[in-house]
Each structure stands twice: as structure tokens, then as C-alpha cells.
């Protein structure tokens, strides 16, 4: 097409000019031109079947602005010529499912408004949600409503093998209120921290990060100048369209193209409007904009993971052909300096399992000497001790004599393998009905006791019920901290509810469970069942999904008897994982058919989304007699270093 200037899309040259999206014309004379579409600021089309609430319908709202920037513009840079305020989203007001009809103003739809949103406010409090909460969060209440968000998913997928569960789960969430960061704003948001992940765009949204569930660029109307006009809060960067710089704290970003989700259309030029425009004004103002990257699963090539890299200013814009030679906006951000590092992790992370040899501190290759399916690696870069104290790598449970710690039962009858909801099962039957895990091996809740199926079972060995069997899935890595000796790792992200490892060492014998407590106390190696451990809440909302006014299943676990596993002197890498007051692992019992005798076996699972290099930890809990007797720090406790705001100062 020949679209000019004056028609504000970008011009047919054959070659690039960097000059031309900012000297057009005085675009503050330009009145902004957005989508007269009831599908409002975001691209494509909501799938069929889920309520249009914002991002998705509704016009966004118009802002005067105060400066909320927490860097002053370094010296040559533009000064920003108004200030920017935080506002409230138009997700403040969206409608309940259970309000009244669209365009009702009688007082019975009034009243059921009222009704709906004393509703609201209840599963708010049930959830743990206060009004403040939605409007701005912290850490805690991120964590929460990520906890919420994911819970539902995997309920939801286990009930109805849902494809997109998360569509579905965001949608209650969003409808239902529980959710945080209501308040649109430029820069820092509460609670989100850089490196953070991200399995789904709903995430981004239901935490403020991203209020564009489908569109790349999101925005806000404000008032500066003579005119209203759009301003970038936050862009999602794709691997398929924007080109990556040898520096990995500079981004070249791609505008939106006007055809985006459309099929059967010509190429056209993209057009100064929308997100483009917002990016535009944003490169005049000079704000920062934060920038959400998105990376390849290594667990699930077709799918994604979206990190949270930080605040970016964009240095620079432009205008050049592309691939089906229209014309393309392209803008240069640059990182803010002095910020926690991600991207350029992973792209280290890449690095190293590509070419382990350039890992800086790698002492030994593989610590489990083939034992295990994946090599786990060692690494010290802190000082010189060379290896962990003597032990033999060992990947599961070792007995010192034969025994049962349960009462035996046959295996299932089932052929090829289990199928969710198949009552004939006899190992389904045992999990109360419910298939433990959903298609990708994640487990969908805590539960008292989980059976799996085992070798006396007649599934194949590939059956979806034998999870915390086949070993290990993600690349572990022993390192040694600088204040808590050896610690673990993972060079891989770890999605919530995904398996780990087991805690492998020898079973103490039954007969010495009076020795248990002490013996756990000296050992520091040493996992005990019979400790007390801090209660939490992992599994989802029943009122949110299922409309169960009762109270939540029993997470409490359900252990016939108890269990000592030391891996002092046989153990895998669970005998390097640290105690911490928040930890990002659980443990959760499992059992299965062993030589026909049914054996406990310790399963962690993390607990949340678990970024690369990040140290893996859980709860130590307190032995029962320090529980009972209330003592300060007796000799078998140790001073907790973990740094949790949640510290309890000490643990063991």
C-alpha cells in the first residue's frame, strides 16, 4: 500500500529510517487512534464460552498523572515533561458472574449487584484477599493469588481434562475479585519480583504485572498536553518475532501488527495507533516500561514461559521491512542498570548444559555416578572443598531388614494404563476417586496419602500413576552456599506441583521407634516423619469452583506409621536440600506395591513456580519434644539463616 505519514501508518521504503517514527510531525497534534472495537485495547478474539471482562471488553479509562518513577533520568536523557500518577484499572469494576443482566437499572437489579458483590467480598475473605490487598499487593498476597490461580487450574483439568484450564481458572478469579494490583502504574509492581515466572498469561494479569491477556503491549490513557494520550506499562517479548542483541539487557521489540490474530488477510503496514502509539509516546517521555520475556518450556518445546526481566527505557525507534515486506515499527529498550539479574541467567543456564565444561566451579559432572537418568552436577565457586562429606549416592529407600510398612494389596487390573475416573481401578479407587496428577506428571493437590501404582500393578510402566518412580526430570545441581554448607538447585524452571525427587537413605527399623527422635535430632541427615510441621494451604478453593460451602478437604497428612529415613551414609540429592521458613517445597507421602508389600516413600513437589538457579528448600519442622516442652533453642536446634520475613529464628 502507499498509506503516507498523514495517515499515520508506517511509510513503503525499501530500506530502514531511524528517523522517521519520531519526526514526522508534532505528534502531540495527533489525535490517537484506537480499535472502535468491543474487543477494547486487546488482539484477537476471546475464545467462545468465557465472560468478556477487561482486558478483553470495555473502553480503559483517562488519567491525569503524578511521577511514581523511583530513578531519576540520568544526565542527556529527556526529562519527562508531565508526571505519571498510578490509577485504578477498569478491572476494578468488573461483574460478578452472578450479577445482574447487562443494561438492567431496576432496583432488583440493584439489589442483586449488591448481592453479588457481598459475594465477591465473601470468597475475597475466604481466599484471604482484603479490599486493600486487590487494590495493592505484596510478596504474600502475590504468592497467594499465583497459589490461587494455579490450584483451580489443575483442579479444573482434573475434572474435566481441560485443555485450557487456565483460561477458565483466570476467568473466576478475575470475575470473582481474587486477584491483586488493581491499580494500573508505571514501574515497580508490589510483590512481583524480577526473575520471576510466569506458565500463563493469565498469571501476568491476575497479578498486575500484565493486564493484556493476548496482546503484547499494555497501556494506559493519561492526560498530558493538549490531548489524552496512551502510555506503555509493560511489554511481552516473543522469541518468534523480536530480534534478541548479543547484550542481554537490550531488547529490539517489534510493534504490533495491525493483522494480528486475523487469517486470510494481505500483509499490511503497521499502523502508529494502539500499543505502537503508546510505545511511541512512551520513547518521548522517557518512563520505564517492564518487560516480560517469553522463553521456550524445555519440558514442552510448543509452550512457553514468561520471565520478568525488569524496567527498560526505550533508547530508540525505527522503521524496516519485514519478513513479508510491510512495513514494521521496531524500538531499542535498554535495562535499567542496578537490577537483580534473569534473562541473562538463562541464557547462561543455556549455555552451561550446552557446554558443561565452561560452568565456572564445576567440580564433578555427575555426583550420582550414573544412578540417576539425569547427571547431577557440583559445583563450588565459594571455596575449596572439593566434595560432600563421604557418603554412597543411593536413589531410593534402603531397608536394613524386610518389612512392610503397610498392609499389602493386589495391584490394579488395569491394561495399557490407568484412565482418570475409572472406578474399576483398584488404585483409583484408593485415592478416593481422584487421579492423583494431570496429563504432564503435575500433581493437582496435597492429599493425606497417595497411592501409585506399582510394580504388582498390571499398567504399563509408562502409567501416568507412577510419577514419583521414574527418577528425575529436571537438571539438579549440588552447590555450596556461603553460610549453609551444601545446598540444591535446579538449572531448569520447575512449574508448581511438579515432582522432584524422593528422600532416598535407609529405613530405620520399626523396632527402634522409640530411638526415632533422638536418632533424628543427631543426624542431621535425618527425615522424620513424626515432627511437627507448620500447616499451609496448597490445594484450591473449593467455594470458587465447585460452589462447597464446607470447609477445605484435609490437607493433614495421613501416615499409618511412622517413618525415620537417614541419609547420612546412603542418599541422593535430597540430603542437600536446606531448611527455610517460606520454602518453595513440600513433601507429601506416597505409596506403592513393592514385592508385594506396600512401602512409604517421601515425595517432594514444588510448591510454587521455581525460576533457574534458584536454591530449593522446605520445612524442617520442630521434633515434638521441643514442640511440648516450649523451649527457646535446645541443643539439638540450629540458628535459621533462611531470611524469610516468616523466620522463626530457629529449626531441627
Known sequence: MEGGLGQNSVPSSSSSDKSMILDVKPLRCLLPIFPMSSQGPSSGQYPSGFAPFFPFGGPQESHAWTDLNQHAPPSGDVPMPTPIRTVRSPLDSIPSKRGAPHGSSSKSSQRKTKKSQESQMDLCSIVGISPDQQTDGDREVVNL???????????ISQLEDAKRGDLRAGNILMTEGVRTNMTKRVGVVPGVEIGDIFYFRMELCVVGLHAQSMGGIDSMTIKGGFEDEP??????????????????????????????GKRDTVAADQKLQGGNLALERSSRR?????VIRGMKDPAAPNAKIYVYDGLYKIQDSWIEKGKHGSGVFKYKLVRVPGQLSAFSVWKSVQKWKTDCSSRTGLTLSDLSS??????????????????????????????????????????????KTCVPGDLNCSCIRRNEGDFPYIGNGILVSRKPLIHECGPTCRCFPNCKNRVSQLGLRHSLEVFKTRDRGWGLRSLDPIRAGSFICEYAGEVIDKGNLNQNEELAIK??????TN??????????????????????PSED????????????????????????????????????????????????????????????????????????????????????????????????
Open 531 to 552: 515432627r511437627i510441621y507448620p500447616p499451609f494451604k496448597w490445594n484450591h478453593t473449593p467455594q470458587l469452583f465447585e460452589g462447597v460451602d464446607s470447609d477445605d
Open 231 to 260: 502510555l506503555a506499562l509493560s511489554i511481552v517479548s516473543s522469541y518468534e518475532y523480536d530480534d534478541h542483541a548479543d547484550d542481554d539487557d537490550v531488547l529490539i521489540y517489534s510493534g504490533q501488527s495491525g493483522n494480528f
Open 370 to 415: 550414573g544412578a540417576e537418568s539425569i547427571p547431577v552436577s557440583l559445583v563450588n565457586d565459594v571455596d575449596h572443598e572439593r566434595l560432600p562429606g563421604g557418603f554412597t549416592y543411593f536413589h531410593s529407600l534402603r531397608y536394613s531388614k524386610p518389612f512392610s510398612l503397610m498392609q499389602s494389596s493386589d495391584g490394579c487390573n488395569c491394561t
Open 557 to 652: 497428612y495421613d501416615i499409618p506409621s511412622p517413618l525415620v529415613i537417614s541419609a547420612k551414609e546412603f542418599g541422593n540429592v535430597a540430603r542437600f536440600m536446606n531448611h527455610s521458613c517460606s520454602p518453595n517445597v513440600f513433601w507429601q507421602p506416597v505409596v506403592y506395591e513393592e514385592n508385594n508389600q506396600s512401602f512409604l516413600h517421601i515425595a517432594f513437589f514444588s510448591l510454587r513456580h521455581i525460576p533457574p538457579m534458584t536454591e530449593l528448600t522446605y520445612d524442617y519442622g520442630v521434633s515434638r519434644s521441643d514442640h511440648t516442652e516450649g523451649r527457646g533453642m535446645p541443643g539439638g536446634r540450629k540458628k535459621c539463616l533462611c531470611g524469610s520475613s516468616k523466620c522463626r529464628g530457629s529449626f531441627g
Open 286 to 290: 522517557h518512563n520505564e516500561v517492564r
Open 523 to 528: 543426624d542431621e541427615y535425618a527425615f522424620n
Open 145 to 155: 493469588v499465583l497459589r490461587e490461580f494455579d490450584a483451580l487450574r489443575r483442579r
